[in-house]
């Protein structure tokens, strides 16, 4: 059992993540906040090793060793851009990690019968949502980097409600029969598949609010081990992660305008019903050159510039910035629109623009820029659709009736870069591109900005 | 612990844990989320017990593979958080308000030379 040093050193780590979380919410402060999460998580560390409950060293060790390369490598390496891509995994393997905990925690004692209804019951818990977690997030990483396109198939609905019940009954027989692991092992392999099932219909502009779910999830599977374990400290950091992950699942839902059952179970709006492509677009879109648009905003006082997913995707944000740093040099105001839901997680848009060193005092939230874009000269949207598209407020039978859009079609003129009159998510056309005061430069979010800038500098 | 005494340290940390984050800013949100993940890595305690109990090859090999699985979300979480929040970073900004700090020109070709005003000190 734990002793009185461990308990006391559980505290200060707890006390270390409360503050580091209080710090993370100030740009000032969070770097420090940050480090007190990790100064937090090392004490709880040193201090587990230090207690008596541990017996032997060698796995211990191979596992920190083999651990904390495999992380520091993937941190160091990947790309601001694939930011989702690896919170999500990392995610996963927090929901993996309580899983093994579990299980292994259950066949110990099953093995010297110390089990307990609480430890039951606890094991089955944090088996089910760490299994859901480890596959779902492998899922939303694997849809998050492009290579898994699968969205299920008919019927899957039916095939997760019977794998919650089955999910159930295995959790029950788990406390009921604690001696046998044979019911741990299937309600982990149920908790797999139910994961996968959740997720695999999930995608595009939804895929922040599955994020931040699968972040609030691991934080719960952890708190279900701490349960298990009987551990103060993993029950409260589990909580204030869960309940951080909840927060902002519910942020995320309320820019959709969407509930969460409706992410979650709905399938994705489509656009049947509504004006076709050709209705809304046909003679109507005027396309332009980067030389055109650099005449425009030669003279132009006032520029926002709206990023979407697609200038993640264009790895367009220092050029943006280029772009941004010319026109502050021919004395014009420029601002950026960030829209909750612009990119694949919460804040993508806002680590993007900062990696190009875009001071975050700039980036304007939505409610805060709408009412200025009356007065702005010329609005730059790069890569981004639905979060633009007038139809939101216009037409109440739409698929994105009532979600909060950026009104950028108030300014006097809107520039909007993209590939082509693809739609976004919704799957819905966009009158915002045939608009009378719409110009649209085709081609690729990084390649159409700096061609701009280039053509500025030679006016 | 006595059950009813876990039961109220969850709910308090959940309730201090949304008190917590109502007021973060939309701009931090993705550091957040990362930062909050590397802290839901706190169940490394858990597999470390699970790990070290020497109980049998079996619980051992789960407790390793556990402390991988926990130490790449911890190791990896703070890393990159520490990455993201860095480029935040009020002493990486120059005093115009666009532009950056001295190292912008180097790693983007199409950028103007470095001005006189940019000397990326607060």
């Known amino acids: 059992m734990m002793d009185d040093w461990t308990t006391l050193g559980y505290l200060v780590a707890a006390v270390l993540f409360i503050l580091g979380l209080k710090r993370l919410s100030r740009p000032r402060t969070a770097v420090r906040g940050n480090q007190f999460g990790a100064a937090g998580m090392l004490i709880a560390v040193m201090v587990t090793l230090a207690d008596n409950a541990i017996l032997s ?162 934080g719960m599977a952890a708190v279900a081990a701490g ?36 992410v979650m179970f709905s399938p994705a709006p489509s656009g049947d019903g509504g004006p076709s492509a050709d209705d809304v677009y046909a003679g109507k879109v005027r ?29 367009a944000q220092h050029a943006v910035r280029d772009l941004a740093r010319r026109l502050e040099d021919r004395g014009a105001e420029v601002v950026f629109g960030i829209h909750p839901v612009a990119g694949r997680m919460p804040g993508h848009m806002n680590v993007l623009l900062a990696e190009a060193e875009i001071s975050y005092e700039r980036l304007v939230e939505m409610d805060d820029i709408n009412p200025t874009f009356e007065q702005t000269d010329v609005t730059i949207v790069i890569g981004a659709n639905d979060v633009v598209n007038p139809v939101a407020r216009t037409d109440p039978a739409s698929p994105i009736a009532g979600m909060p859009i950026l009104d950028v079609d108030k300014s006097d003129v809107v520039v909007i870069i993209k590939r082509s009159l693809s739609p976004g998510f919704a799957g819905i056309p966009n009158p915002l591109f045939a608009a009378d005061n719409s110009l649209m430069l085709f081609g690729d979010g990084r390649e159409a900005v700096v061609e701009v800038t280039k053509a500025l500098q030679q006016i | 612990m006595d059950l009813l005494v876990a039961v109220t340290l969850f709910v308090m940390a959940v309730f201090l844990g949304v008190e917590l984050i109502t007021k973060v800013p939309p701009t931090l949100h993705t550091p957040l989320m990362s930062g909050s993940n590397a802290i839901s890595g706190i169940t490394v305690v858990g597999a470390l017990l699970a790990a070290g109990s020497d109980h049998r090859t079996f619980t051992a090999v789960l407790g390793f ?52 005003t940019e000397d990326g000190g607060p």
Not at chain 1, 176 to 194: C, Q
Request: glycine fraction near 12%.
């Open chain 1, 57 to 218: 060293f060698e796995w211990i060790i191979g596992g920190l060793v083999l651990g904390a390369a495999v992380g520091a490598l993937l941190a160091v390496r990947v790309q601001m851009t694939a930011m989702p891509e690896l919170v999500a995994l990392f995610n996963g393997f927090g929901g993996g990690a309580s899983v093994l905990v579990a299980a292994a925690s259950f066949i110990e004692a099953a093995d010297l019968a110390t089990g307990t209804t609480r430890l039951s019951a606890a094991a089955a818990l944090a088996s089910l949502i760490g299994a859901v977690t480890l596959t779902g997030s492998l899922i939303a990483f694997g849809k998050l980097q492009e290579a898994l396109r699968w969205s299920g198939f008919p019927g899957m609905r039916v095939v997760s409600a019977a794998g919650a019940v089955a999910a159930a009954v295995f959790g029950t027989l788990m406390v009921v029969d604690a001696g046998n692991a044979l019911w741990l092992w299937l309600l982990i392999a149920v908790g797999a598949v139910l994961g996968v099932m959740v997720v695999s219909p999930i995608g595009g502009a939804d895929m922040p609010v599955v994020i931040a779910l699968l972040n609030s999830l691991s």
């Open chain 1, 227 to 262: 349960f298990v374990l009987d551990n103060s400290l993993l029950i409260i950091a589990g909580s204030l992660v869960g309940a951080s992950g909840l927060i902002l699942t519910q942020i995320m839902c309320v820019a959709m305008n969407r509930s969460l059952p409706a």
């Open chain 1, 287 to 315: 396309s332009t050159s980067p030389d055109d648009v650099a005449m425009l905003l030669e003279s132009a006082e006032r520029v926002a510039i709206v990023p979407g997913y697609g200038l993640a995707v264009a790895q």
């Open chain 2, 65 to 116: 593979a556990a402390v991988t699985l926990a130490m790449i979300n911890v190791v990896g979480g703070f890393l990159v958080t520490h990455r993201m929040l860095h480029m935040f970073s009020p002493k990486r900004r120059a005093q115009r308000s666009v532009s950056g700090g001295p190292g912008s020109a180097s790693n983007n070709p199409a950028s103007p030379e470095t001005s006189a």
